[in-house]
């Protein structure tokens, strides 16, 4: 089983800034099988980023995914309101897993 | 646009079965290399995946799950089906029906997935 450990727990930041979320695997998933998801606050997940660093349709250019064999960035260059939410890290390398979550709240 | 709306009882007993249907509209659901599949959210907690099916009805499930689960795909509905059995308090979840791009082999068991449409979620308490 692939364990994906994101870091860290809660990221407090103003609108504006720049946020780095990280995503490190217990083991080599390439530079393919990792995907990036955004939940909002009583709502389902939604897809941001692909295959490492490919945006979804629809996602702004805001968010862009990085890495490759067990670490793993997201990262929001400049935070707008709406991007305050908890950020997931999912692999598909072997099986399938999610790691347990960054929250990226208001300062 | 693809719509993907879930449905089912918001309240079971523990031992029993649970049974979610999520239907789809908006698209089709036979698309090479698309998938229809299962996640869930325990209050407060991350996320969990069940598992998928292919509209040819080859499924793929969790292995910590599998023997539990069971889904199944009806394209002439455009729906597909959750089915939990021997439920505890522990499954208490919000269940949410999602989309699943990627690739699978039934042959290998193998399969590779990532959800980029998801349903609004179902909440599910396992209670007597």
């Known amino acids: 089983e692939v364990v994906l450990t994101q870091a860290p727990g809660t990221l407090s930041l103003s609108p504006g800034q720049r946020a780095t979320l990280s995503c490190r695997a217990s083991?080599?998933?390439?530079?393919?099988?990792l995907a990036w998801y955004q939940q909002r606050v009583g709502q389902a997940p939604r897809l941001l980023i692909h295959?490492?660093?490919n945006r979804a349709t629809g996602i702004p250019d805001r968010f862009s995914g990085g890495g490759s064999g067990t670490d793993f960035t997201l990262t929001i260059s400049r935070l707008e309101p709406e991007d305050f939410a908890v950020y997931y890290c999912?692999?598909?390398?072997?099986?399938?897993?999610f790691g347990g979550g960054t929250k990226v709240e208001i300062k | 646009q693809l719509q993907l709306h879930g449905s089912g009882p918001g309240l079971v007993k523990p031992s029993e079965t649970l049974s979610l249907t999520c239907t789809v509209s908006?698209?089709?659901?036979?698309?090479?290399?698309?998938?229809w599949g299962w996640i869930r959210q325990s209050p407060g907690e991350g996320l969990q995946w069940l598992g998928a099916?292919?509209?040819?009805?080859?499924?793929y499930y969790n292995p910590s799950l599998k023997s539990r689960v069971v889904m199944a795909v009806d394209t002439s509905r455009n729906q597909f089906s959750l089915k939990l059995n021997s439920l505890t308090a522990a499954d208490t979840s919000t269940y949410f029906c999602?989309?699943?791009?990627?690739?699978?082999?039934?042959?290998?068991?193998?399969?590779?997935?990532?959800?980029?449409?998801w349903g609004e979620g179902t909440t599910v308490t396992v209670s007597s």
């Open positions: 999602a989309r699943h791009a990627g690739y699978g082999d039934p042959y290998l068991n193998y399969f590779s997935f990532y959800m980029d449409v």
């Open positions: 908006g698209g089709s659901m036979n698309i090479d290399n698309i998938y």
């Open positions: 999912q692999q598909h390398h072997i099986s399938l897993s």
């Open positions: 295959g490492v660093s």
């Open positions: 083991q080599d998933i390439t530079s393919r099988y």
């Open positions: 099916v292919f509209h040819d009805g080859s499924a």
